[in-house]
């Protein structure tokens, strides 16, 4: 299945419950905003953050964003509502916490068909408990069926050393290995994976360089918390000047009429194949995006 590239270098979570920040969200040039109705309101506030999520979608039809909402576990007391509300919202996808096997994504499908919900409104999932990360192959595997609607992984890196009892140090050395665990599950399922919160946002240089660290890893983006974030973690996430002029020397270099037809070519002095142009055409392609956006 192709699905067409979104840019989600930058995901800021911005609490539902929090009027000053919802009034300042349309404002913002973050990739994607998630309208968090979960571990950021408290309960006591649940009812009314989602009224003010209706109200918000409601002034705010369209956005350059892509808006997301996580909704509390349907297994919780303010799930179903969520559910509800989220649905009523039209958002671009709903955020499902704690998933922890691909029921949990087939369930919430199975309630938004019943209910003739739009099939703009996909699913994200976020992986971060011990379960969720043993079986995110086969929960991955949803994203290859697309009426399951899954589309993209997140990764709660602060729950996940909660769940482990795993220290969370400079470098994360010691999750390092399920992050790449994840991330391998969700590429075998064509999904994007977005890197879990850095929680020092007063730290630039530190985010700087988990960011850095991210997308070499091979992650899509960051989930952030703090709108600084934001413009550091869009140019972390954007190929540097020298992949982009690799690529469009392997794009004009198999265009020419004498390697049209060949699988491999000679190109400065290495082999090229043509895997090498797939990756090529993929990453302009994710340049002409970002530039139109």
């Known amino acids: 299945m192709s699905k067409s590239y979104r840019p989600r270098r930058s995901v800021l979570y911005v609490p539902a419950s929090n009027a000053k920040a919802l009034a300042k969200a349309a404002s913002l040039t973050a990739d994607a905003i998630i309208f968090d109705l979960e571990d950021a309101v408290a309960p006591v506030a649940k009812e009314d953050a989602r009224e003010a999520l209706r ?23 303010w799930g179903p509502e969520d559910l509800l509300a989220a649905r009523a919202c039209k ?4 955020l499902l916490p704690k998933v922890e096997r691909p029921q949990d994504i087939t369930g919430v499908t199975e309630m938004l068909e019943e209910t003739d919900a739009s099939e703009r409104i996909r699913l994200w999932a976020m992986i971060e408990t011990p379960r969720g990360i043993l079986n995110a192959d086969e929960i991955a595997e949803l994203g290859l069926r697309s009426a399951a609607r899954l589309d993209c992984f997140v990764i709660g890196t602060n729950d996940i050393a909660k769940e482990t009892c795993t220290r969370l140090t400079k470098g994360r050395v010691f999750l390092t290995s399920w992050l790449m665990q994840i991330l391998l599950c969700a590429k075998a399922g064509k999904l994007d994976v977005i890197d879990g919160v ?19 890893m091979g992650f899509d983006g960051k989930t952030l918390i703090h709108p600084s974030q934001i413009e550091m973690a869009n140019a972390a996430f954007l190929p540097d000047e020298q992949a982009i002029a690799e690529a469009q020397s392997v794009v004009k270099a198999f265009s020419t009429f004498e390697n049209t037809g060949k699988g491999a070519i000679a190109l400065g002095g290495r082999m ?9 055409q993929k990453l302009l392609a994710k340049i002409e995006t970002i530039g139109r956006d």
């Open 55 to 77: 109200s918000y979608f409601l002034e705010h039809p369209t956005s350059k964003s892509e808006r997301v909402i996580r909704i509390n576990s349907l297994l919780s007391e």
């Open 91 to 94: 958002p671009d996808a709903i």
């Open 198 to 216: 850095y929680n020092d946002f007063a730290d630039l240089d530190g985010f700087a360089t988990e960011c850095a660290e991210a997308a070499k």
């Open 272 to 280: 090229v194949e043509r895997l090498h142009l797939e990756a090529a």
